[in-house]
């Protein structure tokens, strides 16, 4: 099972929007709504951010929100912040009963 | 409140075995599935392993399979990961993780433990 494919880094400035893609297949991210989204600060676990592609756990700012076309799913920031800079991962269910995860992408805000 | 306590990791020489352990608190820990994932250092995610509640249903990532066993202690709160035939690539931190989705692994994987560090070198 192959990675998911992310951009390796965005970057945008206080206040802008930005999205990162995760691009899969019709085994993974195009045949379910089972993609997730998790923010990883430096030296601490990931936090879960997306669930199902669009929903957002308890606690996390209506400021992040998901999508997905295709074979392609989104996670897109607004009005970024500062403590928004981090790696951010997409996962998703594959048709083999497991779990794929992309390969992370580093956000800096400017 | 929720946690996740990771313990077990090392150095530990190619070939060799270890035993991770995941003590859970703060939940009803027999109502929720579970995972083990890992990242190596500098490197992304991987997912490794799935167990379901009741420990009926239990699934791996093809690198692990057939050399690392997934199983838990509904009685002692505790989630285990048996390593066996260590390779260097197996070297990472390991998380384990409480799975809140009901129908497949993967769901909604929350909280995460702090992790515990293996090495795999000679």
């Known amino acids: 099972q192959s990675a998911l494919t992310q951009p390796a880094s965005v970057s945008g400035s206080p206040g802008q929007s930005i999205t990162i893609s995760c691009t899969g297949t019709?085994?993974?991210?195009?045949?379910?709504?089972?993609v997730s989204w998790y923010q990883q600060h430096p030296g601490k676990a990931p936090k879960l951010m997306i669930y199902?592609?669009?929903k957002r756990p308890s606690g996390v700012p209506d400021r992040f929100s998901g999508s997905k076309s295709g074979n392609t799913a989104s996670l897109t920031i607004s009005g970024l912040q500062a403590e928004d800079e981090a790696d951010y991962y997409c996962?998703?269910?594959?048709?083999?009963?497991?779990?794929?995860f992309g390969g992370g992408t580093k956000l800096t805000v400017l | 409140e929720v946690q996740l306590v990771e313990s077990g990791g090392g150095l530990i020489q190619p070939g060799g075995s270890l035993r991770l352990s995941c003590a859970a608190s703060?939940?009803?820990?027999?109502?929720?599935?579970m995972n083990w994932v890992r990242q190596a250092p500098g490197k992304g995610l991987e997912w490794v392993s799935y167990?379901?509640?009741?420990?009926?249903?239990?699934y791996y990532a093809d690198s692990v399979k057939g050399r690392f066993t997934i199983s838990r202690d509904n009685a002692k709160n505790s989630l285990y990961l048996q390593m066996n035939s260590l390779r260097d690539e197996d070297t990472a931190v390991y998380y384990c993780?409480?799975?809140?989705?009901?129908?497949?692994?993967?769901?909604?994987?929350?909280?995460w433990g702090q992790g515990t560090l293996v090495t795999v070198s000679s």
């Open positions: 996962s998703s269910y594959t048709s083999s009963n497991t779990v794929v």
């Open positions: 703060g939940f009803t820990f027999s109502s929720y599935s």
């Open positions: 019709s085994s993974d991210v195009g045949g379910y709504n089972y």
């Open positions: 167990i379901s509640r009741s420990s009926s249903t239990i």
């Open positions: 199902e592609v669009t």
């Open positions: 993780a409480r799975d809140e989705g009901a129908i497949v692994p993967g769901d909604l994987i929350t909280p």
